[in-house]
């Protein structure tokens, strides 16, 4: 079985500039995350989706963030403009239930220089 | 507000021994805690859990243990071994919602 992926696994942008990440979750999990770890700290929950619809965006930080889940299938998470706090590691994970625990992708190193 | 706190950065411990991470929590209505173990360039990966109306779960050399009233757990792991050497997230989860709220995690280090 296949993990979670996450693309690309680095990404250096300019401040200003657009970058698109891209997660595709275990085939057949309903449940996917978007989590991301700033500077070392604590890693936090963005949002969840239930296959294509968001059921918790309580933590996307501003309307910068754009996520979307085509068909239920892969997510993209869209930061647009990006500024340089938004530098840092974004984790998706999946899951097949909501019982079930978490598998989480080895994240993408956005960098904002 | 940070709702799971794990107060130490880093540990170093000998190989063989006991390594014990802690992990302090503020929201009473948390019901589960996680632990989980990164390495570099990877994702976190699920390695115990408790329920809070358990206090104590072992899985092997790890145990977790829980004390509500002081809103507290810690990981233990016996022996430890070089491949321990990790940053451990401690996560916690309130009733049915599924999001994690994770403490910032400790880097674990196992001497030989």
């Known amino acids: 079985e296949a993990g979670v992926t996450q693309f690309p696994s680095h990404s250096v942008i300019e401040k200003g500039q657009t970058v698109t990440l891209r997660c595709d979750p275990i085939s057949g999990h309903d449940n996917l995350y978007w989590y991301r770890r700033v500077m070392g700290k604590e890693i936090k929950f963005l949002l969840h989706f239930v296959k294509e619809s968001k059921q918790d965006e309580s933590g996307m930080p501003n309307n910068r963030f754009l996520a979307e889940r085509t068909g239920g299938t892969y997510s993209t998470l869209k930061v647009q403009p990006a500024e340089l706090e938004d530098s840092g590691v974004y984790f998706c994970a999946s899951s097949q239930d909501l019982g079930s625990g978490y598998t989480f992708g080895s994240g993408t190193r956005l960098t904002v220089v | 507000d940070q709702q799971v706190k794990q107060n130490s950065p880093s540990l170093s411990v000998q190989e063989g021994r006991i390594s014990i991470l802690n992990c302090d929590y503020t929201?009473?209505?948390?019901?589960?805690f996680l632990w989980y173990k990164k390495y570099p360039a990877e994702g976190p990966t699920f390695l115990i859990s408790?329920?809070?109306?358990?206090d104590k779960n072992e899985d092997g050399r790890f145990t977790v243990f829980l004390n509500k009233s002081a809103k507290h757990l810690s990981l233990h792991i016996v022996p430890s071994q070089p491949g321990d050497s990790a940053v451990y997230f401690c996560?916690?989860?309130?009733?049915?919602?599924?999001?994690?709220?994770f403490g910032q995690g400790t880097r674990l280090t196992i001497n030989p």
């Open positions: 929201n009473s209505m948390f019901d589960y």
């Open positions: 996560a916690a989860r309130q009733g049915g919602a599924q999001k994690l709220v």
């Open positions: 408790i329920s809070s109306i358990k």
